[in-house]
């Protein structure tokens, strides 16, 4: 799959870039079909609680996969589910311990939607890095929020994910207020700030070069449930970890 110009030449040039939903909904080819997305959406109403957030917080929920890819091979093979672990220096607040997250159910793993978005992150972190045999995690995020209980969807704060590439996909935002992108250098000064608002908006890092975090989360109408869903891709150069 062909990453798109514009946005390679902002990561070039920045070292991130924004994709309108739209856009990214045409370059997954069917797997940006409505119907194809319809059920990749709804897979996040079944995430499980994450029960490894060292604040005590339990306002998000998550599942994860794994998938290995090999130069001049398309495509990525799905790994054995296994522990997601971040060194301390990248995660202050959860790293330094293996979390066993609930597996990615077999069908969204292996869905049109998934596999398009996989392709596209993976030839942006070739346009960046070159071809290598590539780590990659896939992370479904749901952080939920309640009156006076915010969620915080990077509660370790703006960082570092300790990888080459990292591709952020809105899936949906429900009843919610905050929840900006920010992205800054490692000296601190903020580079960019906005909302990934619509289905699919997603912003690609060029990781070794910048952080990234995002506000806290709060509903728009403290009544009615609220939650902000995402999912993250991450590509490191090499094996899966021993």
Not at 169 to 189: F, P, Q
Request: net charge negative; with cysteine; proline share 9%.
């Amino acid at each position: 799959m062909t990453a798109p110009a514009g946005p390679l030449a902002d990561l070039a040039a920045r070292g991130f870039a924004r994709i309108p939903g739209a856009q990214m909904a045409s370059l997954m080819a069917e797997g940006g079909r409505a119907d194809a997305l319809a059920s990749f959406f709804a897979s996040w109403n079944r995430l499980e609680t994450d029960a490894f957030m060292a604040d005590g917080g339990r306002y998000r929920r998550r599942r994860i996969a794994n998938f290995a890819a090999e130069p001049g091979v398309p495509g990525h093979r799905r790994g054995p589910h296994r522990p997601h672990f971040q060194a301390v220096v990248h995660n202050t607040l959860n790293g330094g311990v293996d979390r066993w997250f609930a597996p990615m159910e077999d069908a969204v793993a292996a869905s049109p939607a998934m596999v398009a978005l996989l392709g596209l992150g993976r030839s942006m972190a070739e346009a960046l890095h070159g071809p290598h045999p590539w780590f990659v995690e896939a992370h479904q995020f749901r952080i939920e929020a309640a009156a006076g209980a915010p969620g915080f969807p990077t509660p370790e704060g703006v960082h570092h994910d300790g990888v080459d590439c990292v591709l952020i996909a809105m899936i949906a935002r429900t009843n919610l207020a905050g929840g900006e992108t920010v992205i800054e250098d490692d000296a601190g000064a903020r580079l960019a700030q906005f909302v990934l608002s619509d289905p699919l908006d997603t912003a690609v890092l060029d990781d070794p070069r910048v952080r990234h975090g995002v506000t806290p989360v709060a509903p728009a109408d403290p009544a009615l449930p609220s939650c902000r869903d995402v999912l993250v891709l991450t590509w490191k150069r090499g094996a899966p970890p021993a």
